[in-house]
């Protein structure tokens, strides 16, 4: 008759065990180590997206502005949109520069506007298309380390309708 369990099978030693056990150990820590990268790469994420967001709203009221007719609170449309004119208007113009603080519920980033009317185009104020670049600046979180300015821009074209 058969056995069901081989009796010369010995089962593990202690110093086996401890091995493993350290080896286990060891395969922990290294994947504890990764979370704090992993963390600031969330952060880094999270910061970079919220400048993209920024950059997109600003983009979307200078659109918005350039589409406009409105006197108030400054005269808008298409042909203020240009260095000096009234969509630079600090406070009022939607392409007006906002530093840290400035904008509501953000103080960590700042935006920047700049323009340039195209080149092939008649010079400004009949000029029919003007580039319109937004950029979002900010200062990373984290590592309580002082890091470079960080920023995201975006750019686009916009045609007067004819």
């Keep these: 008759m058969t056995h069901p369990f081989p009796r010369d099978q010995a ?55 350039s589409l406009s007719t409105s006197p108030i609170p400054v005269q808008q449309g298409f042909g203020t949109i240009l260095p000096a004119g009234t969509c630079f208007a600090a406070g009022t113009g939607a392409c007006a520069t906002e530093n840290y603080g400035t904008i509501a519920g953000y103080p960590g980033y700042r935006r920047v506007v700049t323009v340039l009317a195209d080149p092939d185009t008649p010079a400004p104020p009949n000029h029919t298309r003007t ?28 045609a007067l309708r004819g």
């Excluded at 065990?17 to 150990?25: D, G, Q």
């Excluded at 400048?51 to 979307?60: C, F, H, N, P, V």
């Excluded at 590592?143 to 470079?148: K, R, S």
């Design 11 to 65: 089962g593990m030693t202690l110093a086996e065990i401890l091995v493993a056990t350290v080896i286990i150990a060891m395969g922990l820590m290294a994947l504890l180590a990764a979370v704090p990268a992993g963390i600031g790469g969330m952060e880094t994420g999270r910061q970079e997206s919220t400048a993209t967001y920024l950059a997109q709203d600003k983009m979307e009221r200078i659109k918005s502005w």
């Design 131 to 158: 580039r319109v670049t937004v950029q979002v600046f900010y200062t990373p979180e984290g590592d309580n380390v002082q890091t470079a300015e960080r920023g995201v821009s975006m750019s686009t074209v916009l």
